[in-house]
């Protein structure tokens, strides 16, 4: 009976050592990530972008919050917020703080369905079924998010368009409200990106194709996505096992080509999508895909 036995048992030690590592090694072993973009035009020096993305920042969550203030250290030029700051209602004073020491920098955000709503428990199988019904909690103050931004002089693009002089250079954006709960508005951002500008950039949460074709058909050069966590459970040599959105599974997290350049629009399109730096309190779960931030160093194109 002995070796009958001995296989369960394996297996049931691998499984719980897999979610003990899941849930409390990797989910706070917070990453930055790094990406060469080039976007730039020819003959100009590096801008560096920090993106953070999907915090799902709790009011406990020291270490967390720790990370992010000393993300100040790398000194980016510009820095972005790609939605899902919030998970609970007593989060928005620790994200702030949290963020403190990079709103004295420019930047600009885009919010997101777990800014608006909070957090309920749901069947994680569900993500593996396109079509299935989205729960929403109980309303956020997401409005004070947004004002502890903007008091700051961040731009909000929640579908708007804006821009920033970063060192020297023109920066235009468009953004949008979140496509995966069906806020966004492309007619309000719509039209040719400014070619005068020294780059062009669009925030949006989800990376829902059908509005990153709209980006790229308008000359955005650099897309900033989230939301996806980058699968949060990855498996190693197959990747993510769900995007939940319509993005492939390819690219749900770091840069790619979205669209190729043309002679009109010579950088063509870049995406990057952030694996993000939180999971929902009822999911603390990642596997092969840790918590992570991304510092963008933006160079310029070839001539």
């Not at 749900?252 to 002679?263: F, G, S």
């Amino acid at each position: 009976m002995r070796p009958a036995l001995a296989v369960p048992a394996a297996v049931l030690a691998t499984g719980a050592a897999t979610v003990g590592y899941a849930s409390l090694i990797e989910r706070t072993h917070w990453t930055l990530r790094r990406f060469d973009v080039p976007v730039l035009p020819p003959g100009q020096r590096p801008l560096t972008v920090l993106q953070i993305s999907d915090i799902h920042m709790t009011a406990g969550q020291r270490s967390k919050q720790e990370w992010i203030a000393g993300l100040a250290a790398l000194d980016p030029d510009l820095v972005v917020t790609t939605g899902d700051n919030l998970a609970g209602h007593d989060a928005v004073g620790p994200t702030l703080r949290a963020l403190d020491p990079l709103l004295d920098k420019p930047g600009a955000f885009v919010l997101a369905s777990n800014d608006y709503f909070a957090p309920r428990p749901k069947n994680p199988f569900k993500y593996f079924f396109p079509g299935h019904k989205r729960v929403h909690g109980e309303w956020l103050p997401w409005e004070s998010l947004r004002d502890g931004k903007t008091d700051r002089g961040w731009l909000d693009l929640d579908n708007a368009r804006g821009e920033l002089t970063v060192d020297g250079r023109r920066i235009v954006f468009a953004g949008l409200d979140d496509p995966h709960v069906k806020r966004d508005r492309y007619d309000d951002v719509a039209g040719p990106a400014d070619p005068t500008a020294d780059l062009r950039i669009g925030l949006v949460h989800a990376p829902e194709p059908r509005v990153l074709d709209r980006f790229a058909a308008d000359g955005w050069d650099l897309l900033l996505c989230g939301h996806t966590h980058g699968g949060q459970l990855r498996v190693p040599f197959y990747g993510a096992l769900v995007t939940n959105c319509g993005i492939d599974r390819d690219r749900c997290r770091w840069l790619h080509r979205w669209a190729e350049p043309t002679d009109a629009h010579p950088t063509g399109t870049w995406l990057h999508v952030s694996a993000g730096l939180g999971t929902s309190p009822y999911a603390p779960v990642r596997f092969a895909c840790p918590p992570e931030a991304t510092l963008l160093t933006l160079v310029a194109r070839e001539p």
